[in-house]
């Protein structure tokens, strides 16, 4: 997984109002020196406590989050919650799995969502996640909505013509209608072939391999004025 380098250390300081010079020396002030080191201790907290199987999507209690911490070393963290995700929880505070997979695996907290490939909400493997807007996540479904005629993504049954009517939607524009038809799989048959020309998450990237995610950055000498904190190393230096 990849480290906590000195880069995410500046990003995190800018985040916070820092305000860096031509010397590379970070001086934070007021809230900014408390923001920045309890996000900071918290994104370290994460890989300390936790191992991330990039193979199986799993996530292994490295370390007792505590003294009164109820979980085991070497157990599986986290649960399925109600609406498929797998939830985890660290110092009290709950975390998407799938988004701490992205956090754990690049270095850095995904700015959109992260999408499931497959659409099963509980599968974390790396080669199963990426990231998508929102209107892309949309876009992967693999399944009818709830109430469908059907049973069919993008088929709905007419019946006043006893036929079956395929359309597909892009957000901010009108359905596309794409015709009637008396067998309900040819129907579905066109609504798809519609879909990888319109949807836009065919095409997006799927995440690097694990050795690509995992290659070092550069790192450079970061000093932290007036909090205590300070950052050095090399290539690929871990702070």
């Known amino acids: ?35 920045f080191a309890r996000e900071l201790i918290m994104e370290a907290r994460l890989h ?21 911490s109820r979980v085991s070393v070497g157990a599986i963290a986290g649960c399925t919650g109600n609406q498929g995700y797998r939830c985890l929880v660290v110092d009290g505070r709950r975390y998407g799995a799938h988004r701490v997979a992205w956090f754990l695996m690049t270095g850095r907290w995904p700015v959109e969502q992260i999408d499931h490939i497959n659409g099963v909400r509980d599968d974390n493997r790396w080669s199963n996640l990426r990231e998508v807007t929102n209107a892309q996540n949309a876009q992967n479904r693999h399944g009818a909505p709830r109430g469908s005629s059907t049973g069919l993504l993008g088929v709905s049954f007419v019946k006043q013509l006893g036929k079956y009517r395929a359309e597909v939607r892009v957000r901010g524009l009108p359905r596309r209608y794409l015709g009637l038809f008396c067998d309900p799989k040819e129907a579905h048959a066109a609504y798809l ?24 950055t550069r790192a450079a000498t970061i000093e932290v004025l007036d909090c205590g904190i300070a950052a050095t190393g090399g290539d690929g230096g871990a702070v």
């Open 1 to 35: 997984m990849t480290p906590i380098t000195t880069e995410r250390v500046m990003a995190l300081a800018r985040k916070h109002e820092a305000y860096p010079d031509a010397g590379a020396v970070v001086t934070l002030r007021g809230q900014g020196i408390v923001d």
């Open 48 to 68: 300390h406590l936790l191992h991330y199987a990039p193979e199986t999507g799993l996530f292994v209690w490295r370390k007792r989050c505590g003294v009164m």
């Open 193 to 216: 072939e519609a879909k990888r020309t319109m949807h836009t998450h065919w095409n997006t990237p799927t995440p690097p391999t694990s050795a690509e995610a995992l290659a070092p």
